[in-house]
């Protein structure tokens, strides 16, 4: 061996500093031993650890004892049969000693008696049999003699006093006597594999005992003294003939793992609550039938394998465990427990093989069964916590690496169109911080895209799975591995052996869905790594070798080595995916607990494990989240002084918290664990996040990188505090922060250049604002005290304050601190004050503030102020804090407040100066205000306003806003103006007590809805100009507009009058105000008769519906018929007869308009021939644009035509299809083509332009029919017409036209018209009623959308005009504007019916929170018209009444809906709206189908269709404008990538307005407080 030990023994000198020497398969002969060891003796006089292994050894050289530094001595897989006594006595430093796997036939006590410092011995797989005394291994910590030959458990193993680890396992052991328990330094007892029947009672005494494993023996129970184990962890009774499980074993109090499977057990005893701290549970391969229920108090149970047994149904409450993993593969289960689909902790689920119906059975078959707790899952994460996936992604940012367009969705919902890559370059640490801020920035800013808070459930990405399976040869090696892994009984092995290759990858996909893929991307089967030669880092290990490796003989080289291996997936796929689910994460977990003890040379080793932890978490993270305790080793160096390894830490955990919804938890439990770990009280876990952000820091290495560091604790702190979804638990979590100090911190760190660390900063503060406007919600303003310093939740002892000191807490003005002071005999409250303003910059003036005690004040002198009935007192200023003789209790419960404000107050016009404490809620002063003022009993319909002073308005009008009820009156001291100082300080506001605005319904014309809030104080005439200001009505003629009040109880409207106030009416909840055209008075003569009436007449309606109203009035002609008679409208002594199927308004009629009834008697002017009528300004105007371009206001019908086909003048294409678009609602096809055929006969006097014009007639026919498909009657004419064109040699434009027309009688059957109420056929694999709970936002949103456009793009412009919409007599018109409408109201409905079907307060919360964000969707798709829908849907009256509900929703949640509404409201008539509708190009779209047909009312009745008798063309022009930009986004249809372009619709289901407002009630009654809803 001698070129190859030599390299070797270099290798071990250069890399190892001389302190190792590994060597393996090397034939080493009896004449090589001495050479060798003299001369590692002479090489490497270091040496510390000697591995020589299957080097076919048959004895230990005599030369071996001048290893005299030597502490580990492991000769593996040898032919050893016995050792050197003498030589071997002189090692007096060795520590370990393995002879494992060699041919001991008997145990060489003689040559172990001299080693005293000996702590390890492993003697497995020998031919031992027998013991003798061993009373000289006093110091042995650690002894392994499993595989061997004993067949009782030798009496001399019980006198080694410091034993803590004893491995018999694998032997022929009947008999456990009862002298066991005289090894009371045992931790680990290892049995497992033996003949063993009973256990001794004696097993009781072992207190200190660990780890227990007894499985495949033959035990069916167990003593009760078990009972006594009180330290035990881990128990593992698998493989045995147990049928119960004993009852002694739910009492241990410390156990957290428990494995009963492959036994008997056909129940479980309800005694299973009890095991409080169990995590881990294996029922596996068993015979149960059901579990009981309280299985479902087991809080701490984090996973449970009951696969392979009977089980029918699970519990209704198992989704209240924590689960990360849960096996329910091949059992009899038909149905899942809803809660379970709602759970959202779930790393690994499996329940395939079942009695499931087909249609979850194929959602596990091609998604996973995670798939089933997806399509189910209600958007829990919360919003604003929001990022999810980006540290390895922005990873590839920071890197040089460019990200896709659609990277935002693509990190944030979790599912990447391709895998991402891993990077094999290790970022700098600039770079890594640069990634962390980036992510950060996306995690925190403010919502602008539906992606910032869209929360699916963060790891639970549904997979599409492959449904190719590679060949079974490729995976064979690995499921045979994994079934040894998964420690089935023989049985099962056995039948897992013989199953297809279809079943086996689908188990393994249960249990190895990060690995599998790497499997199936390998080229060639797996082939484990063999042969003679030395495995030198000159050849590749096996994965076996590294994780021997990791667990023996780690060093920095091969941890980096491995590091790149796993990177670069070499040598293979394979290769990769067997270290990771064959123990390799294991290893990693198990060294860095080992390193712990190991100092400060161990840094360089923790940092390397530290790393390949980070790229373990990036192939696998599933299998690291799942594997014992990794997480929880990782946190055990949360307190290392060295940066780099502080920063590592963190950065995993970041990582954690990001990429998966279970991984807050898992990182809370880690720094607890740390804590424990520590012997550091619980109170103080997040002392080493909090740390990094001092000024003085013990870390090495501390530098100018320092703010890198601390911008990566500040983001794991944002972070953990971000994701935690309930809010109490985030406050809570807050405030133990806060009682660190860390405000104190963050306060010097305002100041840093580091923007990142700057923006976590305000991140922070921000977050804490919201939570507490949120909690303001639930509690009052001392419950939130007390939680801040934690008097509800902690013992106040554990906050002691020492003697001489007070504790202040500050919560007011944006400030959340808590501050503590020695005092002195001589300290006034005012230096306190002092101290306190000055330190934490407060606004205002430090003697706006006070200290306050809540203590009853018995001074009869006190000065009274409103509330009175606060609690407490106020300590005066320039008095001794001493002198008041206060508590240690009340010393630490004193609060800085404002003082009570001198301020003016007016209550039913009277005014008042009053004293009113700031601290106080809003609503809490209103009553007081009126209690005082015996204003009568307060109710919530009163609220507090106050006069906001400002440069601009002082001295005008005041600008006068109703507060927050919920809110502090300190909160507006931004507002204040005052005079004075001191006592004497006086504030110029007013508050006044009155009516609060109510929110009103008003329906607008084009029959939606917008909620006003609006005074009932406020005449009608001043709420109508606000109204019409809004929504652009005063730029037409406002006059002609009032209000109606609808009530669905009423048989009549009422017109509400302008002199009259809205509490004039009696208006209830179910009452809305409409928008309508007044009726004017018209004065109509009769032709014939001279007689003249004057009546109100709606102007709004077609003239043809008035016709026979108006014919009563002259004659009662029974047999009168329309069509006989017209009516003229008399303008300057000229006469226009009226189109019947138009209304009077829209023809220029007003009010006060002077109207003929007569019979038709005379031709109209469209009538006269075409070229009989000249151009001149009589029958045409024109405009002039900017270029010079001309415009054609109004002309006759004849100059129109004759402009349309002009020779001289060839018109735009614009205005082609302009008219195109809207000659019918000034004329008809036949008179059209009338007039082309009169334009194309030219007459004698224009025969010099016979041939151009002609040809304009003949293209502009050809443009009409190409663009509109005219009716059998006229395609007849239009043929007729052909012929002559044909004739006269136009046979192109003849051939055109003629296979236009053919072309649509080919395809002359249409779509029909696709109504929300049609029936669709539903999916097998989806539920038949599309319900909140079954899809996500974004799912949800695509699938509403692609419903809208499929309606949206069949609506033709015909069906805009004339308002056929609204009108009954012309509905049938518009059918696809109606199904719009239709479906626009059906969703609207569905949101509230949504909200109102979750009868409890929290989950209404979730389902408001749940609409708001698929509203953002709605409007990041640019689906404006459902957007609207969403808001209208909010607006009912039945969830607007919601009080408690929206009192709940967090701020967030109503900011985003008041940013909705914002962007929709009709201010401005649109503006918002409509400048972001202008911004749309070239991407799909669905406007909002109410504002634009609100345009078309406006301009079809503001404006006349003729103008002197001439039509109005600027009219059609607006009209055509409006239709247009409704069509432009027809041909562009949504494309997503999700599975909602594939699902077929599900109907809505909802309850109409009236059951709605009923469904309001019940959830919360009228006059119901916060204690009374669910």
Same mark, same amino acid.
């Given at each position: ?59 230990? =050289?005599?030369?071996?004892?001048? !290893?005299? $530094? +030597?502490? *580990? /001595?492991? %000769?593996?897989? @040898? #032919?050893?049969?016995?050792? &050197? ?68 458990? =030798?009496?001399?193993?019980?006198? !080694?006093? $410091? +034993?803590? *680890? /004893?491995? %018999?396992?694998? @032997? #022929?052991?009947?008999?456990? &006597? ?1397």
């Amino acid at each position: 061996m001698g070129a190859q030990f030599s390299q070797l023994v270099v290798e071990s000198s250069r890399d190892k500093e001389g302190e190792e020497f590994f060597v393996e398969n090397q034939k080493v002969s009896s004449k090589e031993l001495p050479i060798l060891a003299e001369g590692l003796a002479r090489q490497l006089p270091n040496l510390y650890s000697l591995d020589v292994r299957s080097c076919r050894l048959k004895l230990v =050289p005599p030369s071996i004892s001048k !290893l005299t $530094s +030597l502490q *580990i /001595l492991r %000769l593996e897989e @040898n #032919k050893i049969t016995t050792l &050197p006594t003498v030589e071997l006595a002189c090692m007096k430093s060795l520590r370990e000693l393995s002879l494992a796997r060699n041919q001991l036939l008997r145990f060489p006590v003689e040559s172990l008696k001299f080693l005293e410092n000996l702590q390890i011995l492993v003697f497995s797989n020998n031919l031992l049999s027998v013991l003798p005394a061993l009373d000289n291994l006093a110091s042995l910590r650690h002894l392994q003699l499993d595989s061997n030959d004993f067949s009782t458990l =030798p009496p001399q193993l019980c006198d !080694l006093p $410091s +034993l803590r *680890i /004893l491995n %018999l396992n694998s @032997n #022929k052991i009947c008999i456990v &006597p009862d002298h066991i328990s005289r090894l009371t330094s045992l931790e680990e007892l290892h049995l497992r594999h033996n003949l063993i029947k009973t256990f001794p009672t004696q097993i009781g005494r072992l207190v200190g005992l660990k780890l227990l494993d007894v499985a495949e023996n033959e035990l069916s129970n167990l003593p009760d003294e078990t009972r006594g184990l009180v330290s035990l962890k881990t128990l593992l009774c698998q493989h045995n003939n147990f049928s119960e499980i004993p009852t002694v074993v739910f009492g241990l109090p410390c156990l957290s793992m428990l494995r009963f499977n492959d036994n008997k057990i056909s129940s479980l005893p309800a005694e299973i609550k009890n095991a409080s701290r169990l995590t881990e549970l294996h029922l596996e391969e068993n015979e149960l039938t059901s579990l009981p229920v309280e299985i479902c108090l087991l809080s701490s149970l984090r996973k449970m394998y009951l696969e392979f047994n009977r089980l029918e149904h699970l519990p209704d409450n198992i989704g209240n465990l924590k689960l990360n993993v849960l096996l329910l593969h091949s059992n009899k289960i038909k149905s899942i427990p809803q809660t379970l689909l709602e759970l959202k902790t779930l790393v690994r689920f499996a329940i395939d093989d079942n009695l499931l119906d087909e249609s979850s059975l194929s959602i596990v078959k091609k998604e996973g069964a995670l798939g089933l707790l997806n399509i189910n899952e209600a958007g829990r994460s919360r919003g604003n916590r929001k990022s999810r996936r980006l540290s390895r992604t922005f990873r590839r940012s920071v890197l040089g690496l460019s990200l896709r367009d659609d990277i935002t969705r693509e990190v944030l919902l979790g599912s990447p169109k391709e895998p991402l890559p891993v990077i094999s370059v290790s970022p700098t640490p600039s770079a890594k911080i640069a990634t962390r801020t980036l992510s950060r920035r996306l995690t925190m800013e403010k919502i602008k895209s539906t992606e910032d808070l869209i929360s699916p459930r963060r790891g639970h990405k549904k997979l599409e799975k492959r449904a190719d399976i590679p060949p079974l040869e490729r995976f064979k090696e690995f499921f045979r591995q994994f079934v040894e892994q998964q420690d089935y009984s023989k049985k099962r092995k056995e039948v897992l052996k013989k199953a297809t290759a279809e079943f086996k990858w689908q188990l393994l996909s249960q249990y190895k869905e990060s690995t599998l893929e790497l499997i199936r991307n390998s080229g060639g089967s797996f082939k484990e790594a063999g042969g003679s030669a030395i495995k030198s880092r000159m050849k590749e290990r096996s994965y076996q070798e590294y994780i021997t490796l990791i667990k023996e003989r780690p060093n920095k080289t091969d941890l980096t080595h491995l590091r790149n291996l796993l990177i670069n997936h070499k040598p293979d796929h394979v290769w990769t995916s067997f270290f990771i689910d064959m123990g390799g994460i294991t290893s990693v977990s198990h060294l860095l607990t080992s390193l712990l003890s190991r100092g400060m040379k161990a840094n360089q080793l923790i940092v390397e494990s530290l790393k390949l932890v980070q790229t373990l978490l990036d192939i696998c993270l599933k299998t690291v989240l799942t594997t014992n305790e990794i997480i929880d080793n990782v946190g055990l160096h949360f307190n290392n002084s060295h940066l780099e390894i502080r920063r590592l830490v963190i950065e995993i955990m970041i990582q954690i918290c990001q990429e998966h919804a279970v991984g807050v938890s898992l990182v809370m439990d880690a720094i607890t664990n740390s804590a424990l770990s520590q012997n550091m009280h619980s109170m103080y876990r997040f002392d080493p996040l909090v740390q990094p952000l001092q000024d003085d820091s013990s870390l090495i290495g501390l530098d100018s990188s320092s703010n890198d560091l601390r911008s990566l604790s500040l983001t794991l702190i944002n972070t953990i505090i971000d994701l935690i979804e309930d809010l109490e638990i985030r406050f809570e979590i807050r405030a133990e922060f806060l009682r660190l100090g860390i405000q104190d911190h963050l306060d010097r760190l305002k100041n840093s250049s580091h923007s990142d660390l700057i923006y976590q900063v305000r991140s922070f503060e921000t977050s804490g604002k919201e939570d507490y406007e949120d909690m303001l919600g639930r509690f009052d303003r001392n419950t939130i005290l007390k939680k801040m310093s934690g008097t509800l939740s902690t013992d106040m002892s554990k906050y002691s304050i020492g003697k001489n000191m007070l504790r202040v807490s500050i919560f007011l003005l944006g400030t959340q601190n808590h501050f503590s002071m020695q005092f002195n005999q001589h300290t006034t409250v005012d230096e306190v004050i002092r101290n306190i303003w000055l330190k934490f910059s407060l606004p205002l003036s430090n003697e706006d503030f006070g200290l306050f005690v809540p203590i009853s004040d018995t001074n009869p002198n006190r000065i009274s102020y409103l509330p009175a009935n606060v609690t407490g007192m106020w300590l005066r200023e320039y008095v001794a804090i001493d002198s008041y003789g206060l508590s240690s209790e009340l010393l630490s419960e004193m609060e800085l407040k404002l003082k009570p404000w001198r301020i003016n107050v007016e209550i039913t016009g009277k005014p008042s100066k009053e004293l009113i404490d700031p601290n106080c809620s809003c609503a809490a002063i209103t009553k007081a205000i009126m209690e005082a003022n015996g204003a009568g009993p307060y109710s919530e319909e009163f609220g507090l306003f106050m006069n906001f002073l400002t440069e601009e308005n002082y001295a005008k009008d005041e600008l006068r806003k109703l507060l927050d009820d919920s809110k502090c009156l300190s909160d507006y001291y931004l507002n204040l103006t005052k005079k004075g100082t001191g006592k004497n300080c006086e504030y110029n506001n007013t508050l006044e007590v009155r009516l609060k605005p109510r929110p009103f319904k008003v329906r607008m014309v084009d029959n939606s809805t917008q909620v006003f809030d609006l005074e009932l104080s406020s005449l009608i005439q001043d709420i109508f100009a606000e109204i019409s200001t809004k929504i652009g009505i005063s730029s037409i003629n406002s006059n002609d507009y009032g209000l109606r009040l609808i009530n669905p109880h009423r048989q009549e409207d009422i017109w509400l009058k302008n002199d009259n106030s809205l509490g004039d009416y009696f208006i209830d909840e179910e009452s809305e105000i409409r928008i309508s055209l007044r009726p004017r008075i018209l004065t109509i003569l009769h032709a014939e008769t001279g007689e003249e009436v004057s009546e109100f007449f709606d102007l709004s309606a077609p003239l043809i519906d008035l016709l026979p109203i108006i014919s009563d009035y002259f004659t009662k002609n029974p047999g009168f018929n329309i069509a006989d008679y017209c009516v003229s409208l008399i303008t300057e002594g000229a006469e226009r007869v009226l189109n019947n199927n138009q209304s009077l308004r829209s023809q220029g009629v007003s009010a006060n308009s002077y109207l003929m009834f007569k019979k038709r008697t005379h031709v109209e002017d469209s009538d006269v021939n075409i070229w009989s009528e000249v151009e001149n300004s009589s029958n045409i105007s024109l405009s002039e644009q900017e270029g010079g371009k001309k415009m054609i206001e109004s002309a006759t019908f004849n100059i129109l035509v004759q402009r349309l086909t002009s020779l001289d003048e060839i018109a735009d294409t614009t205005t082609r299809f302009m008219f195109m678009m809207t000659y019918r609602l000034f004329s008809t096809p036949n008179q059209l083509l009338e007039k082309l055929v009169q334009r194309y006969n030219i007459p004698p006097s224009h025969e010099h332009v016979r041939g151009h014009v002609q040809m304009r007639v003949g293209i502009f026919l050809k443009q009409w029919v190409e663009y509109e498909d005219p009716s059998q009657d006229i395609k007849a004419a239009i043929m007729k017409f052909l012929e002559q064109l044909n004739t006269d040699g136009y046979t192109a434009i003849y051939n055109s036209i003629q296979k236009t027309i053919s072309a649509r009688e080919d395809n002359s059957q249409h779509s029909p018209i696709l109504s929300p109420h049609s029936s669709t056929p539903m999916s097998p694999h989806r539920p038949q009623i599309l319900n909140l709970s079954s899809v996500d936002e974004v799912e949800l949103a695509h699938r509403l959308s692609l419903r809208a456009y499929e309606v949206y793009r069949k609506i033709e412009a015909t069906e805009l005009f004339g308002q056929a919409w609204s009108k009954p007599h012309l509905k049938h018109l518009a059918p696809n504007i109606l199904a719009m409408i239709d479906y626009f109201n059906e969703v609207s409905l569905w949101v509230a019916s949504s909200i109102l079907s979750e009868k409890l307060i929290k989950a209404r919360t979730n389902a408001v929170s749940k609409l708001i964000k698929t509203a953002y969707v709605l409007r990041d798709i640019k689906n404006y018209h459902l957007l609207q829908a969403f808001i209208s849907g909010m607006n009912l009256s039945a969830i607007l009444r919601l009080k408690w509900t929206f009192a709940r929703l967090p701020k967030r949640y109503k900011t985003m809906l008041k940013d909705l509404e914002k962007e929709m409201s009709v201010e401005g008539s649109y503006k918002l709206y409509r400048a972001a509708i202008q911004k749309v190009q070239s991407t799909s779209c669905i406007p909002y189908l109410g504002m634009h047909l609100q345009d078309l009312i406006f301009i079809e009745e503001g404006n006349p269709d003729h103008i002197h008798n001439r039509i109005n063309f600027g009219k059609f022009r607006l009209i055509y404008e409006v239709v247009s930009s409704l069509q432009k986004f027809q041909t562009i249809s949504f494309h997503f990538e999700s599975e909602s372009a594939h699902i077929p619709f599900c109907p809505l289901e909802y309850l109409d307005e009236r059951a709605l407002y009923e469904k309001s009630l019940q959830c919360e009654p009228r006059g119901a407080e916060s204690n009374d809803i669910l």
